[in-house]
T-cell receptor, first 108, second 118 residues
Framework: LAKTTQPISMDSYEGQEVNITCSHN???????ITWYQQFPSQGPRFIIQ???TKVTNEVASLFIPADRKSSTLSLPRVSLSDTAVYYC?????????FGTGTRLQVFP | GAVVSQHPSWVICKSGTSVKIECRSL??????MFWYRQFPKQSLMLMAT?????????EQGVEKDKFLINHASLTLSTLTVTSAHPEDSSFYIC??????????????FGAGSRLTVL
């Protein structure tokens, strides 16, 4: 399973765009990149998934360069409620191994 | 959308007793479910893969006799923490895969069960 590396923590202010980058140098051809969000004492929640280039949904955008060795989760205009831990995972099977995640703190 | 229900959301028990946690996929069938454990300020640790109609597959270091998993139907998996001790106190989370829009499966997680062993 491809190992992921992401910043331990990030700070931002309300209304700003936040970009969280994840490195996955050993990503395999069949791997997809998936991001989850977790609030304290809750199960993780799916945010977005992609294979290459750019994916956008109502919550976020996911940018994946051509070599797929990294990916960037972009959260537009964050609010206080976006304070959470964000996990980047790469997987081609069902079993997901979580890395350390990035703890995002949004300030007013 | 896919919904996974977990029960109980929290439980307190005495040392030496057993506790059962249920995980249900409400609007889809799950032949496979995953159980995770999470300690405070730490990431999720995969404990085992629950397989409908067959034995669960445990990750290295997880005692199968300690954490009994039963997956008797396509919508229900249970985790029983046997002879619980204070060090078993943790946040237990289940999940089930479902096909996503991109082509790969996406895991839907339950809300988690917080176990406190006194």
């Amino acid at each position: 399973l491809a190992k992921t590396t992401q910043p331990i923590s990030m700070d931002s202010y309300e209304g700003q765009e936040v970009n969280i980058t994840c490195s996955h140098n050993n990503i395999a051809t069949n791997d997809y990149i998936t991001w989850y969000q977790q609030f304290p004492s809750q199960g993780p929640r799916f945010i977005i998934q992609g294979y290459k280039t750019k994916v956008t949904n109502e919550v976020a955008s996911l940018f994946i360069p051509a070599d797929r060795k990294s990916s960037t989760l972009s959260l537009p205009r964050v609010s206080l409620s976006d304070t959470a831990v964000y996990y980047c995972l790469v997987v081609n099977t069902d079993k997901l191994i979580f890395g350390t995640g990035t703890r995002l703190q949004v300030f007013p | 959308g896919a919904v996974v229900s977990q029960h109980p959301s929290w439980v307190i028990c005495k040392s030496g007793t057993s506790v059962k946690i249920e995980c249900r996929s409400l609007d889809f069938q799950a032949t496979t479910m995953f159980w995770y454990r999470q300690f405070p300020k730490q990431s999720l640790m995969l404990m085992a893969t629950s397989n409908e109609g067959s034995k669960a597959t445990y990750e290295q270091g997880v005692e199968k006799d300690k954490f009994l998993i039963n997956h008797a139907s396509l919508t229900l998996s249970t985790l029983t923490v046997t002879s619980a001790h204070p060090e078993d106190s943790s946040f237990y989370i289940c999940s089930a895969p479902k096909a996503g829009n991109s082509g790969a499966n996406v895991l839907t997680f339950g809300a988690g069960s917080r176990l406190t062993v006194l």
